[in-house]
């Protein structure tokens, strides 16, 4: 099962794109897990997951959530703004399955 972590700045607008995502999933028969946190609980919680992508609001943190990334051996994006604002949950989970090479 493939674990997706998502992080905004307080962990509810992206509460509605893991529902898009869980459902596209579910659609193609694909085992995930994924789950939204606010920035400040993402560290912690990368651990947890194989991918992690940020909000495109929080791209300034990038850099910082790399390093915890690298030490924990997962993949980090930014969340296309547009996938983000269109609350697209295909593309979201195509970009988070690419970054695992499923």
């Known amino acids: 099962m493939m674990k997706i972590l998502l992080a905004c700045?307080?962990?509810?607008?992206?509460?509605?794109?893991?529902s898009k995502m869980e459902e596209e999933a579910k659609t193609r028969g694909i085992s995930?897990?994924?789950?939204?946190?606010?920035q400040d609980k993402a560290p912690s919680e990368m651990?947890?997951?194989d991918v992690l992508l940020i909000?495109?609001?929080?791209?300034?943190l990038k850099?910082?959530?790399?390093?915890?990334?690298e030490e924990?051996?997962?993949?980090?994006d930014v969340i296309d703004p547009i996938a983000y604002g269109r609350i697209?949950?295909?593309?979201?989970?195509?970009r988070?399955?690419?970054?695992?090479?499923e």
Do not use: C, N, Y
């Open 72 to 76: 924990v051996g997962i993949q980090l």
């Open 96 to 101: 988070a399955l690419s970054l695992s090479g």
């Open 47 to 49: 651990e947890h997951a």
């Open 9 to 18: 700045s307080a962990g509810m607008s992206t509460s509605l794109l893991v």
């Open 88 to 94: 697209d949950g295909k593309a979201v989970l195509d």
């Open 55 to 60: 909000g495109p609001q929080m791209r300034f």
């Open 32 to 38: 995930v897990d994924i789950w939204a946190v606010a």
């Open 63 to 69: 850099k910082k959530f790399e390093k915890r990334a």
